[in-house]
């Protein structure tokens, strides 16, 4: 299989504590030692009471606590703090498993506790950290985990933020949220008043949402002297941020633990999924044992795979003993409870098949063996063809680098490159191309000027993005009404700005009371932004089928998901319910929570609650007529030749073959431009040529 092998040259780092302590060593000291001005926080692990709740710590604790000793980041904790002592802004660079995610934080509200910080305590403000991930499941997962290591309860002391879920209280003094979050707590806090450090993890991902926080905490640190920053990334492109923030002190951590052999094929893979298959069944047989992680580029595409191993290790079973093998799917839309089942110790032999959300976000113990086919999927906007898709692209040198430093966490690994040597080093870029560089912007300019970003030409860009793509995004805020003709925020840009959607949506959701169907388009609003609830089992694809069929609108897909609502609460949100007619609970539920949370903003904002009488033949097209209210520069026209071409852009598209349409209509206005094989539009409702007038379309 593999031709080249690269022996890391890393030996094992010693941890600061490498002497045991008892139990009891540990509660002899219950008044710990340490002054206001000393940077030596370990008073906090020699009480007997917990510093943040004032019980008794658990048995569980000190298990942990021997656990966080031997992380290679808790040797430089006293380095840590005492740079950030002596400066407002600092940089971390820590190899992925390094354990700065979860350590970090608690170094520092340990350092804020003790007063170490003077500068950050005088105001009376409350002690608050926020330490922001790119990913939800991310903030979900590292706060539980915090929350134990500190011996507290989630949701108190430490709690997390994502996008339609709070888990804080009164009492909460570090919260894990994502950069999209931060970002929309800045619109009512521009100085960012509540916290007294802000961390931003992952900062090597470079998200919309991280991009735009570097360059508005760089000017709030001008004028809060109270507040300090850190900067955390897994990759070495620490110079860029060190002179992004005028040379900012830098701290290298390194991560691994043990070496780990790069392998690499001969030849190159023409099917990365089967190549990986093929490669997990050599490991299961060939090697020794141990946990293996596959990196794939989508849901569907890790399920499918998933299925195919199962059969590959049930085929194995018959000519040798492997033991027991659990296979693990690990993708953002999948439900929480089944995210967090692959942190969980079990006695089988783990195979976790995921996106690369295990790449730097998330760290699983017990890897052994990396299987990198070299692709992720990445969302790239046309500007000119105004197309968003989702590609399937080769990933960059620094991914590469993470995925395989995913193996040798616990004892020395091997990393399976299913691409040649000679590819990842002519072939790959050195880093992941910036989020800002490959998107669209229409929600980052709507969020700019909310913030008061007057001059977005000279805003202080690590990355500026393309002035065709800043254009673009300007144009598609002047037509939504956001903006007007001198590029200023209208009252609606203003009310749009107050909903954490996209600027269609947002839209959609303004004009609905108009049109006599607010409590509709929020229904619709809420179900399209949770996973799709429809489940479709490979083995049950039929019967899936069917099930989804009962539910269709002859209309379209936004109307069939209304009805698939309105159907779960008159059936009282019964989970057997949804697990008889393939549908899922957890979707469906996220989507009542999202539901509540919309309506509230509506509330607020004197937006009326209203529908049109079900049995008004008016019902359906006042929906519709909402829906082309946001969505009007997202219209294809029927051709002769029986394919679509969007109205705008004249690019040439086709149903997605899942949608819920019996015909084809003249025009329909669609959600998602899909670019796989052929060009797709999906989630699509019929409209009526002559409502486009309006809209000169």
């Known amino acids: 299989m593999a031709s080249s092998i690269v022996r890391t040259k890393r030996k094992r780092k010693l941890c600061l504590f490498d002497h045991s302590v008892s139990s009891d060593s540990k509660r002899s000291k219950p008044n710990g030692g340490g002054g206001a001005t000393s940077t030596n926080l370990d008073t906090s692990i020699d009480l007997i009471n917990n510093r943040w709740t004032g019980r008794p710590y658990s048995e569980r604790y000190y298990e942990i606590l021997e656990k966080r000793r031997t992380l290679p980041v808790w040797k430089y904790k006293e380095k840590f703090l005492q740079e950030l002592k002596g400066t407002q802004c600092l940089v971390l660079v820590g190899e992925t498993g390094s354990g700065k995610t979860t350590q970090i ?185 141990g946990d293996v992680l596959v990196f794939l580029t989508g849901g569907e595409e890790i399920e499918d795979a998933c299925l195919k191993i199962n059969r590959e290790i049930n085929k194995i079973n018959y000519q040798c003993e492997i033991g027991p093998v659990k296979v693990m799917p690990l993708y953002s839309t999948l439900p929480s409870d089944m995210q967090q089942k692959v942190f969980d110790q079990i006695p089988e032999r783990k195979i976790v098949v995921s996106t690369n959300i295990a790449e730097t976000s998330l760290t699983i113990d017990g890897v052994v063996y990396v299987v990198d086919p070299g692709f992720s999927k990445q969302k790239v906007y046309n500007p000119r063809a105004h197309v968003e898709s989702l590609l399937v692209s080769p990933i960059s040198k620094a991914s590469a680098r993470q995925r395989s430093g995913r193996a040798g966490r616990t004892q020395p690994g091997k990393c399976f490159r299913l691409y040649t040597q000679k590819s990842f080093h002519n072939d790959l870029e050195q880093e992941t191309y910036p989020e800002i560089l490959r998107s669209n912007l229409a929600n980052t300019v709507l969020t700019m000027k909310k913030l008061g970003v007057e001059d977005l030409s000279h805003y202080d860009f690590m990355d500026p993005p393309a002035p065709e793509t800043m254009m673009d995004a300007l144009e598609v805020l002047y037509f939504l009404g956001a903006l007007d003709e001198d590029g200023n925020l209208t009252m609606v840009g203003e009310i749009m700005s107050e909903f954490p959607l996209d600027p269609q949506m947002s839209k959609m959701l303004i004009v609905s009371p108009q049109y006599n169907c607010s409590n509709e388009i929020l229904s619709i609003s809420a179900m399209l932004s949770v996973p799709t609830p429809f489940i479709r089992p490979r083995d049950e694809v039929q019967e899936a089928d069917e099930a989804k069929a009962e539910f269709a609108h002859i209309d379209g897909d936004h109307l069939t998901l209304l009805n698939v609502y309105h159907a779960y609460k008159q059936h009282n949100e019964d989970p057997s319910w949804c697990y008889d007619n393939y549908l899922s609970h957890k979707a469906l539920k996220a989507a009542d929570n999202v539901r509540q949370q919309l309506m509230r903003i509506m509330a607020r904002l004197n937006l009326k609650l209203c529908s049109t009488d079900l049995s008004s033949p008016d019902y359906y097209i006042n929906i519709r007529k909402a829906l082309l209210a946001g969505y009007f520069r997202q219209v294809a026209h029927l051709q002769r030749s029986g394919q679509y071409l969007t109205r705008k852009e004249k690019q040439v598209v086709h149903l997605h073959p899942s949608n819920s349409l019996d015909h084809k209509p003249e025009f329909v206005i669609y959600n998602e431009y899909v670019l796989t094989s052929r060009s797709f539009i999906r989630t699509v409702t019929q409209i009526s040529g002559e409502w486009l007038v309006e809209y000169n379309i």
């Open 105 to 289: 934080p608690q170094f520092v509200l340990e350092a804020v506790a003790e007063n170490v910080y003077p500068e950050l305590t005088r105001s009376k403000r409350k002690m608050m950290i926020a330490c922001t991930q790119p990913r939800r499941v991310a903030a979900m997962s590292v706060s539980r985990r915090v929350a134990e290591e500190m011996d507290v309860v989630i949701g108190e002391e430490v709690g997390y933020s994502i996008r339609f879920e709070e888990c804080t209280s009164g009492k909460t003094m570090l919260k894990y949220l994502t950069d999209g979050m931060l970002l929309r707590e800045a619109m009512a806090d521009p100085l960012f008043e509540r916290y007294n450090v802000i961390i931003l993890d992952e900062a090597h991902e470079r998200t919309l949402a991280t991009d735009l926080l570097f360059g508005i905490l760089k000017e709030v640190l001008k004028v809060r002297a109270d507040l300090k920053l850190v900067v955390m990334s897994a990759t070495l492109e620490a110079k860029k941020f060190r002179d992004y923030f005028n040379g900012a002190p830098l701290i290298e951590v390194p991560g691994r633990l043990y070496p780990v052999e790069i392998m690499y094929t001969q030849q190159p893979e023409r099917d990365y999924v089967e190549a990986a298959i093929r490669t997990v069944a050599q490991i299961l047989t060939c090697e020794a044992p």
